[in-house]
């Protein structure tokens, strides 16, 4: 599943949310390649606004999975909220060649809105454009 929409937290939500991430660290440091771990503290930290660290988890799972096609897509979204728009073209454009296809997701996604400023994000969505009318 990729990431969910990200929303403000509240005190308590950012504590619990602290709380887990830490045991998701401490459960990565006895099998650092263990994909569900990976997976949910990704998705942890990029809630946390700690996009930095999700980055590092995304490419992580990219090693281990790199014809995962939402796998990819969580990373090219990593890549766009650290503003790396070239980096989140070429990503997005692997994930959609290795079969990710939820492209009304990916134009509401607020993890790509700063992608979406960018110009490759047309050039993108001219592709998914053609894609489209090729599968009709």
Same mark, same amino acid.
């Given at each position: ?15 619990? *949310? ?27 930290y ?8 999700? *980055?590092?988890?995304?490419?992580q799972?990219?090693?281990? !999975? ?5 796998v990819?897509?969580?990373l090219? @979204?990593?890549?766009? *909220? ?15 060649? @290795? ?7 990916l ?14 994000y047309?050039?993108l969505? !001219?592709?998914i ?6 599968? !009709?």
């Amino acid at each position: 599943m990729a990431k969910s929409h990200r929303k403000r937290l509240s005190r308590s939500e950012e504590r619990e *949310l602290d709380i887990e991430i830490r045991f998701m660290e401490g459960l990565l440091r006895r099998d650092p390649e263990d994909v569900e771990v990976l997976e949910i503290l990704g998705e942890d930290y990029t809630r946390r606004g700690r996009f930095e660290d999700g *980055l590092r988890v995304d490419q992580q799972l990219a090693r281990l !999975r790199p014809e995962d096609p939402t796998v990819l897509y969580n990373l090219a @979204c990593s890549y766009a *909220l650290t503003d790396q728009p070239e980096e989140a073209y070429h990503t997005l454009n692997r994930a959609i060649d @290795c079969g990710y296809r939820d492209f009304r997701w990916l134009e509401r996604d607020p993890d790509l809105e700063p992608f979406r400023q960018h110009p490759l994000y047309q050039r993108l969505r !001219r592709r998914i454009r053609r894609l489209r009318a090729a599968a !009709r």
